[in-house]
């Protein structure tokens, strides 16, 4: 940099003179340069994730209302506010504030509604995009950091959601604490110290609101912030995903400009995204702590539940039986400094299926990368279909996950269908074992079934429901052969053959390799080849299916 | 920038990769020729599409607008009637202003701006030129601070950074005081009234007719000023009254009731949840949260749910001026159990 003043740029008008004067420092022509005009795919499913984000934002704004008339203190007091049916109740001054901030803080019973709705929609939007991105294949090479960092994500939403939840120190609330009391007690060696320390003393004691206030307004969300800033970098770094299509490979990106089209969309998107959330906010009611009244260790009342991203674990421990054919799953372990109880019945649903799809959850691309030997960039998504084993295996996941979630109303389930409660457990224990594997195998012919039919429309082109009557009497009808873009996009897929264990360099498969080769089997052994241009040109069409024993070969 | 989609194939072997069978397969055709939209042709729909955008805007005025009114119109009058008006519009109000920006925004994107799709090549993420330089960058510095020609500096130094954390663990020690025998004790002491929950009138004998319920609490409870929910957390129980040839007490605790009087904690065995529900018919007891099902009749033996353990009970007899008071405390550590349990 030369120390002349002299620019050759002089600036028009006073907008462009400040731009230019913050340009001068900052270098923003070279960002704009870089990203005014990047390239961003466009497709329905990839606004899970900006719904996500969207929501984050509104929960900043929202929630920063919240923090100037929320007091976090345990402090007794008696309620003197305008509500009759609480007058003179005994309460904590942290549920004292709440019913303020929703009775006298005009807009402050709309702030915590929308703070609450958005909250739910935060954990769902980050499930549903991280349900996408992996029944699309986008958490493959180079996006599996990126996928770990999501994985992150769920679960500092989960904190972020359950500390929040406990703040109005309302009789709900209080006894989801009271659960997670229980669940901590559970923990072998350390766990009633690790409850006396996070209560500080005996549950619930006085220390608890101020002490997840705190998680819940600083530590989690600036860890979130974090998250989403490496999350982000990330995306630029890697450009976003495409689908499959004509023109689209792994080595270019097509989509929408950012400027205007993409910043448009995107940007309107958030204001639709909180609108939505107004509107809901404006309408149904969440979360009315006046109804339940102050924590009380004593009454409890039918039909509670926590909220729904934390249910999955509430509903394992509802499904864990105590006794397992006269069996006790606590145990009194005799030791040489006396017997020490482990009660496998808390803690075994609460960390065993928990911990299960969180293992699963990080380690997947890693399991798939060794499977597969496959080392390129991928750029391009899967349609669910062409990769059934791995959209059979989330499946098999999300019905585990959702039978957990089920049994976490098992009680409203009983009540609303009339059915007995005992029954409901019994099902929704055994599908908890069987819904899985159920899943896997029909959603691995059904994805297979879609392949074929995709296979049979390529190379067949589309029914016109046109019957035309041939010369000698014959009926056919008349199908419509695909131009080359709709064909390429059924065809452009790759259907990955099943592979033996590799020999090492002394000509011995291992036992590893062995096990590679079992889980290769295992993923790609039922396939269905894409169509190929000779089976197009022939007319005629040979068996599309190799190998898989069930498989029935494709009829015309 | 990326060229516009003009239909020129890009990229054709977009499939084939090596170690893959698939030699035959169908070329990437590139992207599909671009279709002009309605308002692209057509100025009356251009027009028609702008007056549309511009409506939504107005819609968002009028939303916050809206908000407005209910902010400054309403006035709370201690009743959830007025509330709830007053969160409608302001819900209204801030949904109109919002989703009228953001459909119209959206609207002038779809129907107004380009929508040519466009290519752009991807980079690579790492050169071999940049990891090279980069492993040279690392030689270089590890070198240049000599820490492998030094192994006294490397190993106080790992010393020094495996103990500097350890302040910042142990000064989390005051979080709270250590169990002790707290989980073991509870306000329940020999002749210790038992009393209604929550107002702490004590309980006669004679008010409690069979297959009638109460939730009891300790009667000295609400004379604490410390710790009181605390102290409720673990003492609060549940009195029924059976016909006494239902209840089948075992050996040793015949005498721990009266008259078909019995009192179990009401916190559950399984996570400490109250167990609030009382099935006078069945004689059972079931805990809202998880569902864990006590049978009366078998000294609160757990008959379904997660729960392991029986509820406690508490010996409980009558004093000279026929109330109902414990006869000592419980026998054994009441709610979910904890390691130290035994």
């Known amino acids: ?556 | 920038m990326g060229n516009h989609s003009d239909g020129t194939p890009t990229g054709a072997d977009a499939v084939a990769k090596a170690g893959h069978q698939e030699v035959d397969v169908f070329q990437d055709p590139g992207l599909p020729p671009h279709r002009l939209r309605l308002a692209d042709t057509d100025p009356k729909a251009a027009k028609r599409a702008e007056r549309q955008v511009a409506w939504l805007f107005v819609i968002s005025i009028i939303g916050t607008l809206v908000f407005f009114v209910g902010y400054f119109g309403v006035r709370l009058d201690d009743t959830i009637g007025t509330l709830r008006i007053q969160n409608t519009l302001l819900g209204l109000g801030v949904a109109f202003a919002m989703l009228g920006i953001g459909t119209g925004i959206v609207h002038w994107a779809r129907a107004l701006m380009p929508d040519h799709e466009v290519a752009e090549e991807r980079h690579e993420i790492r050169t071999e030129e940049d990891r090279q330089a980069a492993v040279k960058i690392v030689d270089d510095i590890i070198d240049e601070t000599g820490i492998k020609r030094r192994p006294l500096i490397r190993n106080t130094l790992i010393g020094a950074v495996a103990l500097a954390p350890l302040p910042a663990i142990a000064i989390f020690r005051d979080l709270g005081p250590l169990p002790g025998d707290a989980l073991r004790h509870t306000l329940w002491k020999e002749g210790e009234r038992l009393a209604r929950d929550p107002d702490g009138t004590p309980i006669k004998a004679a008010d409690v007719t069979i297959g009638s319920a109460f939730h009891v609490i300790p009667e000295s409870l609400n004379d604490l000023h410390e710790g009181k929910i605390a102290a409720k957390a673990k003492a609060v129980v549940l009195l029924m009254r059976l016909n006494p040839e239902d209840l089948n007490p075992s050996e040793g605790r015949e005498d721990w009731g009266y008259n078909g009087i019995v009192a179990y904690s009401k916190i559950c065995t399984h996570v400490g949840c109250p167990v609030a529900l009382y099935e006078q018919q069945t004689h059972h007891l079931l805990c809202p949260c998880h569902q864990s099902t006590f049978d009366l009749t078998q000294e609160c033996k757990v008959i379904f749910g997660p729960a392991v353990r029986p509820l406690p009970q508490l010996p409980i007899t009558v004093d000279a001026d026929g109330y109902l008071v414990a006869q000592s405390d419980f026998h054994e550590p009441v709610g979910p159990s904890f390691w130290e349990r035994g």
């Open chain 1, 1 to 556: 940099m030369s120390t002349t003043t002299e620019t050759p740029f002089q600036a028009k008008t006073s907008t462009g003179r400040i731009t230019d004067f913050v340009d001068q420092r900052v270098g923003g022509s070279g960002i704009l340069r870089e990203f005014g005009r990047k390239v961003f795919p466009d497709h329905w499913s990839f606004m899970f994730g900006e719904v996500a984000l969207y929501s984050f934002v509104i929960l900043l704004l929202s929630g920063t209302f919240l923090t100037f008339f929320f007091d976090p203190s345990m402090a007794e007091t008696h309620y003197a506010g305008p509500y009759v049916p609480l007058k003179g109740v005994e309460m904590s001054v942290a549920y004292d504030s709440t019913l303020r901030i929703s009775f006298e803080v005009r807009g402050g019973l709309f702030m915590r509604q929308v703070h609450h709705w958005s909250a739910l929609l935060f954990v769902a939007s980050v499930s549903v995009h991280m349900l996408r991105v992996f029944f699309t294949g986008a958490f493959r090479k180079p996006r599996e950091l990126n996928w770990v960092v999501g994985g992150v994500l769920l679960i500092l939403s989960l904190a972020a959601g359950f500390t929040g939840y406990s703040l109005p120190d309302d009789l709900l609330s209080g006894n989801g604490l009271r659960i997670i009391d229980g669940v901590v007690k559970a923990v072998p060696i350390v766990g009633t110290y690790i409850s006396f320390f996070l209560f500080g003393g005996e549950f619930p004691g006085t220390a608890i609101i101020g002490r997840l206030y705190m998680m819940h307004i600083m530590l989690v969300p600036a860890l979130i912030l974090l998250m989403v800033a490496i999350h982000l970098f990330m995306v630029v770094v890697h450009k976003h995903t495409q689908y499959p299509g004509p023109g689209r490979n792994d080595r270019n990106v097509v989509g929408y400009p950012l400027g205007p089209v993409y910043a448009a969309k995107a940007g309107g998107f958030f204001f639709i995204v909180f609108g939505v959330i107004a509107f809901i906010s404006a309408f149904f009611q969440i979360n009315p702590v006046w109804n339940y009244g102050p924590y009380d260790p004593s009454p409890v009342s039918a039909g509670t539940q926590p909220d729904w991203y934390i249910g999955f674990v509430d509903g394992a421990l509802r499904l864990m039986p105590g006794w397992l054919f006269n069996i006790p799953m606590e145990w009194n372990i005799p030791l040489p400094w006396g017997t020490n109880t482990l009660s496998f019945n808390v803690l075994g649903p609460a960390l065993i299926p928990a911990g299960i799809i969180f293992m699963l959850l990080f380690t997947y691309p890693w399991i798939e990368r060794w499977v597969t030997r496959d080392d390129r960039e991928h750029h391009v998504l899967d349609r669910p279909r062409n990769a059934p084993t791995r959209t059979a295996i989330g499946v098999a996941g999300f019905i585990f996950y959702c039978v957990m979630w089920a049994a976490a109303s098992s009680d409203l389930i009983a009540t609303h269908f009339e059915v007995s409660l005992n029954d409901v457990t019994y099902w929704l224990r055994a599908l908890f074992f069987i819904g899985p594997i159920l899943g896997f195998i029909v959603t691995k012919r059904v994805a297979l079934a879609l392949q074929r039919k995709d296979r049979e429309i390529a190379l067949h082109g589309r029914e016109t429901g046109r019957i035309v009557r041939l010369p000698h009497g014959e009926f056919q009808e008349i199908h419509a052969q695909l131009d080359d873009y709709k064909r390429y996009k059924l065809v452009g897929y790759e259907s990955p053959v099943p592979e033996e264990g590799i020999p090492n360099e002394n000509g011995i498969v291992t036992r590893k390799e062995k096990l590679r080769g079992k889980l290769s089997g295992f993923f790609f052994e039922d396939r269905v080849a894409p169509a190929t241009p000779a089976e197009l040109e022939a007319g005629h069409h040979h068996e599309a299916v190799e190998a898989g024993d069930d498989d029935k070969a494709i009829t015309h």
